[in-house]
């Protein structure tokens, strides 16, 4: 994830627009996403990923990008 950070935001910080919570373009998607699902951080995207709800449960299903191992 450092290497990640470092090649969108110039810093290997988990802080600001480059911290995992964080959503520097404002698509509802924060970054520890972005970096799963292998999506650019700072340029708007549609969602690659659902998000179903059943009694009980949340399922979460995406395609996971080699480099999110």
Not at 26 to 38: M, Q, R, S, V, Y
Request: one cysteine or more.
């Amino acid at each position: 994830m450092e290497t990640w950070r470092q090649q969108y935001f110039g810093t290997i910080s988990d802080t600001g627009t480059s911290a995992d919570l964080a959503d520097p373009e404002h698509d509802g998607i924060c970054n520890l996403i972005e970096f799963a699902t292998g999506t650019h951080p700072l340029q708007s995207s549609p969602p690659s990923q659902t998000l179903v709800r059943t009694p009980g449960n949340l399922t979460f299903t995406y395609q996971r990008t080699h480099a999110a191992l």
